[in-house]
């Protein structure tokens, strides 16, 4: 073994203590940590909001349980942009419009998707985010599936909902990934599973997931990822991490 693999072993090993350790002292999965650590600037966000009192964090779940502009204030205040290999994630300056769009959309096509009223009220009441999320998240999911959509029927469909419709620039149109990412990490968390930014393995290869693939129902069936700056997206099977399905 060379002195250079020998000092990445080492560096390796020392990366992960400290990643267990921060996992450890806030209480969050490895996978969290691991972006935590990655990102300072995103560790000292996530910081400050697990450090909230109850009366903020009541603050925060009634936001995240008014859909469409609570929620999408919440969630793009939640998930803040994230600098990665493969470039930036959760970006967009009009990502918090987009979201709060792709609500009003459901709202207006499928308002059974919605939460009830009363639901919502008593859920915002619990301070917790993760509870919000199971109750939206039919409605979260119905936001995230319109994504797969052309742009152009999307837009079409966006018009439709409001009214008057603002004008769609192309800074909305830029703002479109981030939006998506948000979202799939908000469904990928209730799944236990990795969010946009989280390392993992393709052909013994580190790549950063940038989303995930959705069906209409049911659990996601693979993570995008992106090996690098490389713009190129990958499919990794969600049942088998270290095995590329498709491009």
């Not at 935590?36 to 925060?60: G, N, S, Y």
């Not at 393995?201 to 995930?212: E, I, Q, Y």
Request: hydrophobic fraction near 45%.
């Amino acid at each position: 073994m060379t002195d250079a693999e020998r000092r990445r072993q080492a560096n390796d090993r020392a990366r992960r203590r400290a990643i267990r350790a921060l996992a450890a002292q806030m209480g969050v999965p490895y996978s969290v940590a691991a972006r935590l650590i990655a990102d300072p600037h995103r560790a000292l966000v996530f910081a400050h909001r697990e450090q909230r009192p109850f009366h903020v964090r009541v603050r925060d779940t009634r936001d995240a349980a008014a859909p469409p502009l609570g929620r999408a204030t919440h969630l793009a205040a939640r998930f803040p942009r994230l600098h990665t290999a493969a470039g930036r994630l959760y970006d967009g300056r009009d990502r918090q419009a987009v979201l709060a769009m792709l609500f009003a959309v459901v709202a207006h096509e499928s308002p059974a998707v919605l939460p009830a009223a009363d639901e919502l009220a008593w859920v915002a009441e619990l301070g917790e985010e993760t509870a919000v999320d199971i109750t939206c998240a039919a409605l979260d999911r119905a936001a995230r599936l319109l994504l797969d959509d052309d742009q152009w029927r999307l837009w079409t469909r966006v018009e439709a909902a409001l009214d008057p419709a603002p004008a769609l620039g192309l800074s909305l149109r830029g703002s479109l990934p981030g939006a998506r990412q948000t979202l799939d990490a908000v469904l990928l968390g209730a799944h236990r599973l990795k969010a946009p930014g989280a390392p993992v393995k393709l052909g013994g290869r580190t790549a950063t997931v940038v989303g995930a693939r959705w069906p209409r129902s049911g659990p996601p069936t693979a993570y995008e990822v992106r090996l690098g700056s490389d713009p190129r997206v990958h499919l990794v099977d969600l049942g088998q991490e270290q095995q590329p399905v498709g491009v």
